[in-house]
């Protein structure tokens, strides 16, 4: 199975031979890196970009303008806050113009923790993007559908942002989660896709024949059912919630992982769905707490559903400090916790009303 | 003499010595003909947006009267038209005149000053002056100063790549170039090998809102900072427009051929104000552009006062009647904020409310 920066790498290698990309770029996107995950190797269209990020974005911006179909880089986003405007440029160009103009782009950008990033390694991105209107916002947990939500995003007529959770940029996806025409032999498709170490200059990767397959933006998936507590969530927490509702069926709690995968448009009609039916909720993400993404989720089902509610709804979130902290403990004090997140659900799940 | 502005089609002056001879760049009559009746206009129509503002009829006003010598030549320069083989624009607040050159109807800068919904560029979101119009390439202009510096880098790329024939060009003002997008735009646009075609337009007024160039600057001039990087510059008196038609037809011949960018830094004036938030009042020390060029074509015999006189009194009875009847036209409907929030869906609001309420 392949690795979600493998699938992200031929998600663009269909999109610049099928679906018209023209341009990926980025800083160390081009050749002899291909980028510092290793997300755009062997890529015909990867180039190399000065190191300024307002640069490539208004480089995107202006090329989607120009009738091109960019896919820009910020190579962590921890480094994109000095673009916010430029993003909110590229959100609101189709409705400052009245529709004269579309701005046709993705921004990839890693985001979270879990890789041991210290200060400026792990910010997370989700509350920022969620306040751009104008934009999509996608983040995948694993690799098929971040195949299927690249597709997507690159035939979008919208800026899309692609929000990579870098703590699961290796990680395989499990069986039945394969992408149309990916090897089954992980070591086969390694040697047809990955870059050698050391001298490059002659290396020509080996597409597979890879299959379309788009997963619909605005669309969530059921990570893991339950009839208990809906836990909502999307990245680097999907498969932390989703061991958290294993772990926990064992003690008869049935938690619902719902994986968001578009942060927006959301989807509300399964979020509605699966909060009517186990009436209570906890939200999990790994931004700062304060005007927090889930936050918003809960205002909009304190709203709507008030009175489908069995528990007042939880936010699980980063804690509201200026940074993750390198050392272990500190990470592990400040972003959810498989522990804290089975400790949550438990805790929804017995509220008495 | 210049005769035409049709691309290519003139004698380009080649050293800085012919460019200085006013002589040589004079206009014949009847380009000084046009040259000045679109000045006129696009004065008159500044004119006309700022009594708009000053009677209630629109809630602020920024523009560009005392640019006009610069940006109508800039507009005619323009090979006009949609997609890569055009001129991509990626203009400021100040370019009326750049875009009323082109052809555009004046009466829709009257419609934009009073948020009508017929207003074609915003349907009454933006301010005046923040046009767009894509089928002439001309990108919406912005709030955010020097933010169009960073986006134009991307047009001329695609230009580059695609061998085309179009050029883009970038225009702001001088405090607006500390910004890091100015420096984005030089470093980009001169990669060795990578070279942009790109012509970047510097109208240097002296001022930001209120802040003198002297205390923001230590460069003796802005176009300085390009020669670093390798970029051809040159300095123009933008008070002149058969100056600025000269080293503009220069800057877009050599950007047009050498597929390199170029920088024009023009002196030009403020003639009432940075914005109608400093009062949009007429500042009389000021040099006005239409004085000197009106002058200069009396006595040259290509019109008379009283002709100037006539024209200008007409267009502001045009303008004038073109307001009443905006006036009348319709507002925006509350509900058409959710018009075009993305490109996909939810294009005309169905008056529904948040598109993603399914
Ligand atoms: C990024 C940004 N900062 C501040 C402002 C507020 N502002 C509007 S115009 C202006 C001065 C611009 O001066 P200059 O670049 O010289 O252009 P001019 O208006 O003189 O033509 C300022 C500070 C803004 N619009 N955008």
Redesign the pocket.
Known sequence: MATMIQAIRMALHVGEERLGVTDIFGQDVGPPLGGIFTGTQGLKTAWNSPLDERGIVGMAIGLALAGQKPVAEIQFCDYAFNVI?LLKIAGNIHWASAGDWNVSLVMMTPVGAGIRGSIYHSHSFDAQATRIPGWKVVMPSNPRDAYGLMLSAIADPNPVMFLEPKALLRVKGQPGEQIPGEPSDDKALSKMIDAPLGDRSAWKPEWPKLGEFYVPIGKARIACSGNDVTVLTYGRNVPMCTLAANELAKEGIGAEVVDLRSLHPYDWAEIKQSVQKTHRVLCVNEDTEITNFGEHLIRRITEELFYELHAPPKLLAGAHVPGVGLADALERATVPQVSSIKAAIAMLARHEP | MISSLASGGIGVPSTAAELKSSERNELVPDLARKVHELMLKARVLEERLIAMYKQGDGYFW?G?PG?EALNVPLGLLVNKGQGLDHDYLHL???SNATVLAMGADPVDWLRQMKSTATDPYSRGRNFAGHTTIRKWNVVPIN?????QFSVAIGTAEAQRKAKSKGITIVQ????????GDFATCLVWSSRKGSELPLLIVV???????S?P?EGQHGEAHIADRAKAFGIQTALVDGNDPEMCTAALTEAFHYVRTQRKPCLLEAT?S?LYG??SATGAKLVRSEVDCMDHFEQKLEERKILTRAQMNEMRARFTAELLEASLRVREEPPPLPHTIWDYVLADKNNVGNGKGDPWQP
């Open positions: 405007d | 920024i560009g640019e400021h607040y100040r709030s955010p100063i020097e933010v702001g003002g001088d405090a607006g170039t500390a910004e109208a240097n007024n002296q001022y930001g809102i802040t160039f030009v403020r940075h914005s």
